[in-house]
C-alpha cells in the first residue's frame, strides 16, 4: 500500500504503515492505554512504557539500599551510553563522548530528574519546555522561562517596596495615575537629582511622536491619531520618573537577552531619542505592574516610525581613517552601531508584542534592512585587531566598548536571522561563511566599570586562541563541523562563552536549513552531526559565567538571558538532523518514482510547525510523561 494510503483525516499527516497511523491517532484523543505496573503512570506508546519500567522511582525506591553508586553507575553506562558529562559522572572515559543518541534514547530522564543536576545542562534540557512556550506564547516574557522571569520580577518589586523612590505608573485612566515605589537611580549610573533633568527627554519624545502621528505619509505604519488625551497620556507614560523605572526594567528583565549595549557608558540625557524611547517601551513591557505593559503597546508603531525614519540610515559607511581623526571616526561609527542596536530593539519588541501586521512587517521587510545596515558597516571591520593591551585609559575603553558593541551588535543581528530560519522556516538573509566579525570578548569586559576593570577582564582573554589570532565566528564553526576535536581543542574552545556558544549552535541550524533544501543528493549531514557532536562536549565543559553572580536589583542585568537555553536548540536541531535522515531513508526506499509528499512552507507566519515538532517529540521521547 502506497504512503499517500495512510494518511491521518485530522491533520493530513502521512505515514508508510497503518500501525504508524494508529499511533498518531492517539495523540489526538490524548489516550495513554500502557500503564506502568508499578507505579499506574500511562503512555501513549508501548516502548515508552517499557524504557519507563527500566527506571521507574517506584522500582528503585524497592530495591535494597545496597544498590550504592557502582551499581547506579553501571545501570546509567546501559541506560544512557552517550552522557559522560563532567559535571554528572566523574570519572567516565571519553568513550562516552562519542555518540548522540537516537531521539528516543531517554529512558534514564525518570531517575535523573529526581538527583541534582546542572539547571542548563545537556540532559535538563532534553525537555525541550523553553522552546514548547517561545514558540507557543508571544510576550517579551518568553524569551525567559516563566520561573526565572517571576523570580527576577519579585526580585526588582521588592526593592521597589524597600527604596522610597516615587514613580508615575500609567493605569488605564488618563486623569488618575497611581504611585508605586520604583527603583534608585543609582543602579542606572544616575545622581539622585538627574531624574528631574530628564523632563527635557519627556518632552522631546512628545515632539517626536507628536510629529509622526500628525505628519502620515502614505508609507506611515502609525494608526493612532493625536488627541489632548493622548498627549496627556504620552507626557504621564514618558514621564522622568518612569524613564528611570522603565529602564530600570529593561536594564533587569530584558537587557541579559542581548546584551550589546555598553551600559557603563549609556546616558539616557544624550541617548538617540528612538533608542532610548524603545528601551523604554520594552522595560515597560516586562515591568511587574501589569498596566504599564498594557499602556506600552500603544506606542509599538510610533516607535518603530521613529526608528526606521533615523538619519543614520542613509549615512554612507567610512574607511578606517588615520588615527588623527579617530575621535571623529569613532563617533560616526558609534552612531551607525547605535541606529542599528535601536532596530534590533524595535524588530524583537514588535515580533513578540506588536499586531498581527507589525509580525508579518518585522519579518518580511524591518529585517531586511537591519541585515542591510549590519553588512553596510562591515561585518569583517568589526574587530579588535586595533587594540592594543599596553595600557588602559578612557579613550582606550571608548574605543574598545564601541568596536565591542559592534562585534556584538552584528552577531545579534545574525541570532535574529538564524531565528526566523529556526522557528519559521524562513530561507536565511545572512549565512554562516559571512560571519567574519571576532567573536564577543568575555561578558566581565564589557561589563566592566572603568578601564582598568575592563583589561583586567581582558588578560585571560588575550591567552586564548580567539584573541591571538583574532578568530572570526566562521572560522570557529568550520573547525567544529571539520572533524571531531581532541581533547585538548575541547578544553580550549569550552573557554569560548556562552554567548559564543549560543552563537555557534544556530550557525548550525542555518547549514542544516542549506543542507535539507539542497537539490543535490550527494550533499551529506555529516558536518553538521560533527558539529552537534563537538558543541555538546563544548557546552558540557564550560563554566558559565555568571554562576557567581548573585539574584539582587543591581546584578541581574550581568544574569544571562536566552542564551542559556542554548542547550535546547542543540537538541532541536539533533531532532531536525534526525527527521531529515528519516525522510532521505523513507525516499529511498520508496519504488514510486512520482510519490507526492506534503508540502513544505518556507516563511510561515507564526510558529506552529515547528512548535508541532517540539510537541510530537516530547511525547514520544519522553513517554507521554510532559
Known amino acids: 500500500m502506497s504512503q499517500s494510503q495512510w494518511q491521518c483525516g485530522l491533520c493530513s499527516t502521512q505515514f508508510t504503515r497503518a500501525e504508524h497511523l494508529r499511533r498518531h491517532l492517539r495523540s489526538h484523543e490524548n489516550k495513554r492505554p500502557y500503564e506502568c505496573s508499578l507505579c499506574q503512570r500511562s503512555f501513549t506508546r508501548r516502548d ?160 517626536h511622536f507628536h510629529s509622526i502621528a500628525t505628519r502620515k505619509t502614505d508609507k506611515s505604519v502609525v494608526r493612532l491619531y493625536w488627541t489632548d488625551e493622548v498627549e496627556s497620556l504620552c507626557h504621564s507614560f514618558f514621564s522622568p520618573s518612569n524613564i528611570t523605572r522603565f529602564l530600570g526594567y529593561f536594564w533587569s528583565l530584558w537587557y541579559p537577552n542581548c546584551p550589546f549595549i555598553h551600559r557603563a557608558s549609556f546616558d539616557p540625557h544624550s541617548a538617540p531619542p528612538a533608542l532610548l524611547c524603545v528601551m523604554l517601551v520594552i522595560g515597560a513591557c ?142 536565511p538573509r545572512m549565512v554562516v561563511s559571512e560571519l567574519k566579525m571576532e567573536m564577543p570578548c568575555p561578558e566581565a569586559s564589557f561589563q566592566a566599570e572603568s578601564a582598568e576593570e575592563c583589561l583586567a577582564a581582558l588578560e585571560n582573554w588575550s591567552q586564548t586562541i580567539f584573541w591571538n589570532r583574532h578568530l572570526s565566528i566562521v572560522a570557529v564553526v568550520k573547525s567544529l563541523c571539520q572533524k571531531e576535536l581532541a581533547a585538548e581543542t575541547v578544553d580550549e574552545y569550552s573557554k569560548m562563552g556562552t554567548l559564543n556558544l549560543f552563537t555557534a549552535v544556530q550557525c548550525i541550524h542555518s547549514l542544516t536549513f542549506h543542507l535539507q533544501n539542497s537539490i543535490i543528493f550527494e550533499s551529506t549531514l555529516l558536518p553538521v552531526k560533527t558539529g552537534l557532536e563537538n558543541w555538546r562536549r563544548l557546552w558540557s565543559k564550560r563554566e558559565p559565567e555568571d554562576r557567581n553572580i548573585p539574584n539582587r536589583p543591581d546584578t541581574l542585568w550581568k544574569k544571562f538571558g536566552h542564551a542559556s537555553y542554548s542547550a535546547e536548540l542543540w537538541h532541536l536541531a539533533r531532532i531536525i538532523v534526525e527527521k531529515i535522515r528519516d525522510e532521505n531513508a523513507d525516499a529511498e526506499e520508496d519504488s514510486a518514482p512520482m510519490l507526492e509528499h506534503p508540502k513544505k512552507k518556507y516563511d510561515n507566519t507564526d510558529m506552529t510547525d515547528v512548535n508541532g515538532l517540539i510537541m510530537e517529540y516530547r511525547r514520544l521521547s519522553l513517554g507521554g510523561g510532559i
Open 48 to 207: 515508552a512504557k517499557t524504557r519507563h519500567e527500566k527506571t521507574c522511582k517506584v522500582r528503585h525506591s524497592e530495591q535494597d539500599s545496597s544498590f550504592g553508586d557502582a551499581a547506579q553507575a553501571s545501570a546509567f553506562s546501559i541506560l544512557t551510553p552517550t552522557d559522560g558529562f563532567d559535571s554528572m559522572f566523574q570519572g567516565l572515559g571519553d568513550e562516552f563522548l562519542m555518540n548522540v543518541p537516537s531521539p528516543s534514547d531517554f529512558a534514564a530522564l525518570d531517575w535523573l530528574y529526581g538527583t541534582q543536576i546542572n539547571p542548563d545542562g545537556i540532559i535538563t534540557a532534553e525537555r525541550l519546555d523553553f522552546l514548547a512556550r517561545f514558540t507557543s506564547e508571544n510576550g517579551m516574557g518568553t524569551f525567559l522561562d516563566q520561573e526565572t522571569l517571576g523570580e527576577r520580577q519579585r526580585i526588582v518589586l521588592e526593592h521597589e517596596n524597600t527604596s522610597g523612590h516615587i514613580a508615575t505608573c500609567v493605569g488605564s485612566d488618563v486623569s488618575g495615575p497611581f504611585f508605586s515605589q520604583t527603583i534608585e537611580p543609582s543602579m542606572l549610573h544616575m545622581g539622585s537629582g538627574d531624574t528631574d533633568s530628564l523632563t527635557a527627554r519627556t518632552f522631546e519624545i512628545i515632539h
Open 286 to 427: 516586562l515591568s511587574p505592574h501589569p498596566d504599564d505593559a498594557d499602556t506600552a503597546r500603544m506606542w509599538l508603531d510610533c516607535v518603530e516610525e521613529l526608528a526606521f525614519s533615523d538619519s543614520s540610515f542613509h549615512e554612507e559607511s567610512n574607511s578606517v581613517p588615520s588615527p588623527a581623526i579617530l575621535d571623529q571616526y569613532l563617533e560616526r561609527r558609534k552612531k551607525r552601531l547605535e541606529c542599528i542596536q535601536t532596530t534590533y530593539l524595535v524588530c524583537s519588541l514588535q515580533k513578540r508584542e506588536g499586531s498581527t501586521e507589525a509580525r508579518d512587517r518585522v519579518r518580511r521587510y524591518r529585517h531586511a534592512t537591519m541585515v542591510m545596515l549590519a553588512r553596510d558597516i562591515g561585518l569583517a571591520t568589526a574587530s579588535h585587531r586595533g587594540l592594543s593591551l599596553d595600557s588602559p585609559s578612557d579613550p582606550w575603553w571608548r574605543q574598545f566598548a564601541i568596536e565591542e558593541g559592534l562585534i556584538r551588535t552584528i552577531t545579534y543581528v545574525f541570532l535574529f536571522d538564524a531565528a526566523f530560519t529556526i522557528f519559521h522556516n524562513s530561507p
